[in-house]
């Protein structure tokens, strides 16, 4: 299983930003990805999930009405669309795979991929 987060950069608050995350070695319709993410000092945070195979989108309330999380099947790619951002949102965003949802805690999600970092200035 691989993951390839990307779409990360500087950005001003208010501003938006493009996640992407790309899957491959596994069937990507099986699936579900969850979009954490970390700030420095702060656990890794949950902020959605999308599964593939039970259709369904969950957001953190704290990105809720801002984030659009959706997948493109054919290109095995899940995106995370971040509007309205805000200096707190600024971490690095992680993708991870499983069979579901597991929620926002991090340590039930069995595989990962390496972080973009998102960064909003005031």
């Known amino acids: 299983v691989q993951l390839q987060a990307s779409g990360g950069g500087l950005v001003q608050a208010g501003g938006s930003l493009r996640l992407s995350c790309a899957a491959s070695g596994f069937t990507f319709d099986d699936y579900a990805i969850g979009w954490f993410r970390q700030a420095p000092g702060k656990e890794r945070e949950g902020v959605s999930c999308?599964?593939?195979?039970?259709?369904?989108?969950v957001y953190a309330d704290s990105v809720k009405g801002r984030a659009a999380i959706s997948s493109d099947n054919a290109k095995n790619t899940v995106y995370l669309q971040m509007n309205s951002l805000k200096p707190e949102d600024t971490a690095v965003y992680y993708c991870a795979a499983d069979i579901t949802c597991h929620g926002p805690i991090a340590a039930m999600w069995r595989y990962w991929g390496r972080g973009t970092q998102v960064t909003v200035s005031s």
């Open positions: 999308i599964s593939m195979r039970d259709d369904f989108t």
